[in-house]
């Protein structure tokens, strides 16, 4: 026999990773943030992302309580999901009423949804002085409301709402109500943080004790961020055992949100070893990301882990410089695996490093120090007037072609003029008229708006429009003004940053748009002009990244 030391060794067989459903309910909780509001089609269009991105249920809405819900069931089965199921959300049944008799419950039953989650009331104080009904009730409303549901052949999620203020307050009662539900043939069991007050280590406690009292039982966790927690209670919940997570992409929802799933789905997937999602679809958070921020008509958070624009953006010379060797020396994952991207960011604080990072291969001057010298000078000197690039990379991209001499002429301003129209207590009514010389073609257009950068937009537009209707896929997403010297009071220069999104349809029906964003910055005591150089700084950007050549 041999030496112990010289045991043949063979690695045994890795465990295969937990699976952690992702349960999506930014149709139906996140449409109850403030703000928040979808269209039909707009649901449509999510749903198919969110199938694309690979969660595993798609929460529609609750079919009863208003008619575009009530559509989006009818055209959901319409949808051909690769991964997928939607789900249908409502109440237990009335108090006093057989679950047949329900107007709730028949809706339920009529959306066709696959997947129906029925949410109830898991904490004495809800059942005592909210509903008004005895717990003994409360406990059958559970019962016959996921019984009725599963007796049409429906898979049943039970959401048990304030569970964990629920089981503070009485913890046998709380495991009661999850009881009743598991009995009559709930597959899923998810525990509600539903007032987001709760700490990691008390989910952690009691989805324990959950799993304990309730063995080989399926537990989920859904979580309100109202403590600035539900990322971490979500991950809590995981590693105490939970397997379903349910939240919405960005965190949109009522009061502080939810959780974001953004966030929840790359910490499972990228630090914990978890399988959740599909495949390679992780690499199409910050594109769903992104996706429902322009849907939802909400500003993207440049901070936001993973997905935003700053993610992965880095300023100081010493960070760039580092992070051109070795990229883990400022980064904690490559950014391509949630399909999001480095960008290195250009200021008076910068270093050549950072010019070279930012731009040298795009521009052939990675080993050209003279350019370097010569861009990060003009930048240091405009950011002395006011500008700031950092934000406005388009615009900084423009300042290296004039630096380079390729910076090509598309038109030559003759001039523009803004009227704004005010009567008495009536709107007032902004008129622009832009004359430009294009391919000396004098093109003169007059447009109204709802303001003067409107007005000027939809007369350049029309100016531009016949000799480069690549235009037409610029939409302005986000105007910020700023004042640079405040001491001169109404007479002060002002700093105006323009996001603009280019949206490209897919190469095939299937595949979804494809979405760029870039911004731009204009300086002047003149805030239209600001804003003029803006606009025009997005249009000359968007025709060179297109390939045009002007004069």
């Known amino acids: 026999m041999p030496e112990p030391s010289q045991q043949p060794h063979t690695d045994p067989t890795p465990p295969e990773p937990r699976r952690i459903e992702i349960y999506d309910t930014t149709l139906r909780d996140g449409t109850q943030g403030e703000g928040v509001s979808f269209s039909l089609v707009d649901k449509l269009k999510i749903a198919r992302h969110l199938d694309a991105l690979g969660v595993d249920f798609i929460e529609g809405g609750y079919p009863l309580s208003n008619p575009k819900d009530h559509a989006f069931f009818t055209e959901a089965a319409k949808l051909t999901l690769k991964h997928a199921r939607i789900c249908a959300f409502g109440m237990t049944r009335r108090r006093g009423v057989v679950p047949a008799a329900d107007p709730g419950m028949t809706a339920l039953i009529d959306s066709q949804a696959p997947v129906i989650t029925i949410v109830g009331k898991s904490w004495d104080l809800h059942v005592d002085d909210v509903l008004a009904v005895s717990r003994q009730e409360n406990l059958e409303m559970i019962a016959e409301s996921v019984a009725h549901c599963r007796a049409a052949d429906r898979e049943v999620i039970y959401d048990a709402e304030h569970f964990f203020d629920g ?329 105006v940053i323009a996001e603009f999104a280019v949206t490209t349809p897919g190469q095939s029906p299937d595949d979804p748009p494809a979405t760029r964003y870039f911004a731009t910055v204009g300086v002047n005591e003149n805030i239209i002009d600001a804003s003029w150089q803006a606009l025009t700084d997005a249009f000359a950007y968007h025709l060179i990244e297109s390939g045009e050549t002007g004069k």
């Not at 105490?240 to 997570?245: D, N």
């Not at 199409?284 to 901070?303: C, F, H, K, Q």
């Not at 500008?387 to 990379?393: H, I, L």
């Open 167 to 495: 089981y503070r307050a009485n913890p046998a009662y709380a495991l009661d109500t999850l009881r009743a539900a598991h009995d009559a043939g709930a597959a899923r069991l998810v525990l509600c943080d539903t007032n987001g007050g709760s700490l990691p280590e008390w989910i952690t406690q009691t989805v324990r004790a959950v799993a304990d009292a309730l063995p080989n039982t399926g537990i989920g966790i859904h979580t309100h961020n109202d403590a600035g927690l539900a990322v971490a209670n979500s991950l809590a919940a995981v590693h105490a055992g939970a397997c379903q997570v349910q939240g919405t992409i960005n965190g949109i929802g009522e009061r502080c949100g939810n959780v974001d799933l953004t966030t929840v789905a790359a910490n499972l997937r990228l630090k914990m070893g978890m399988d959740c999602l599909r495949g390679d679809s992780i690499e199409r958070l910050t594109e769903t990301s992104r996706l429902v921020y322009e849907l939802a008509n909400m500003n993207l958070p440049r901070s936001q882990p993973f997905v935003g624009t700053a993610a992965f953006a880095h300023k100081g010379g010493m960070h760039v410089h580092a992070v051109q060797k070795v990229t883990r020396a400022y980064e904690h994952i490559d950014p391509e695996c949630v399909g999001n991207n480095r960008r290195v960011l250009v200021s008076e604080l910068s270093g050549a490093s950072n010019i070279s990072a930012a731009l040298g291969k795009k521009f052939d001057i990675a080993d050209d120090k003279e350019t370097q010298r010569k861009v990060l000078e003009r930048v240091q000197d405009l950011e002395h007037q006011g500008y700031q690039f950092e934000a406005a990379t388009a615009s900084f991209e423009l300042l290296v072609h004039e630096q380079l001499g390729t910076r090509p002429t598309f038109w030559k301003l003759d001039h523009y003029r803004c009227v704004v129209l005010k009567r008495d207590s009536l709107t007032p009514v902004t008129e622009a008229t832009v004359k430009l010389k294009i391919n000396n073609r004098t093109e003169h257009h007059v447009a109204e708006g709802d303001g003067p950068v409107n007005a000027l937009d939809g007369a350049l537009r029309k100016c531009l429009a016949a000799t480069h209707p690549k235009l037409q896929a610029v939409h302005l997403r986000d105007y910020r003004v700023r004042v640079v010297n405040p001491t001169a009071e109404s007479a002060a220069k002002v700093r």
